[in-house]
């Protein structure tokens, strides 16, 4: 699996924002779809949101769809989550992942097949 580095995470508010980072610096994102995935202790991973290798087509899971957007900039190498409204069952350890789907919703669908470090968020007052 290709390797990413992920930043943004932390210690956050009910309510709050944060700005998720994932960076790759050994090969170029423009090529593949891009998704980001969380994990919380005692569950299963959940895809979170997915992009297209050109930013055209994106997909949100229902539990993030109206806070979460999600975007890419190839020249920078790097995709992002914006984060609002943040709610406690957010609290998870989120990663990212690289692939070629057929669809972006099908990666997000798929959370069981990707992995990574991740960084973590926690949201609690």
Do not use: H
Request: hydrophobic fraction near 30%.
């Amino acid at each position: 699996q290709l390797q990413f580095v992920e930043s943004g995470g932390g210690l956050v508010q009910p309510g709050g924002s944060l700005r998720l980072s994932c960076a790759a610096s050994e090969f170029t994102l423009d090529s593949y779809a891009i998704g980001w995935f969380r994990q919380a202790p005692g569950k299963e991973p959940e895809g979170v949101s997915c992009i297209s290798s050109s930013g055209g087509s994106t997909y949100y899971a229902d539990s993030v769809k109206g806070r979460f957007t999600i975007s890419r900039d190839n020249s920078k190498n790097t995709v992002y989550l914006q984060m609002n409204s943040l709610k406690p069952e957010d609290t998870a350890v989120y990663y990212c992942a690289a692939d070629r789907p057929p669809s972006v919703q099908i990666m997000c669908t798929m959370a069981d097949d990707y992995w990574g470090q991740g960084t973590q968020v926690t949201v609690s007052s």
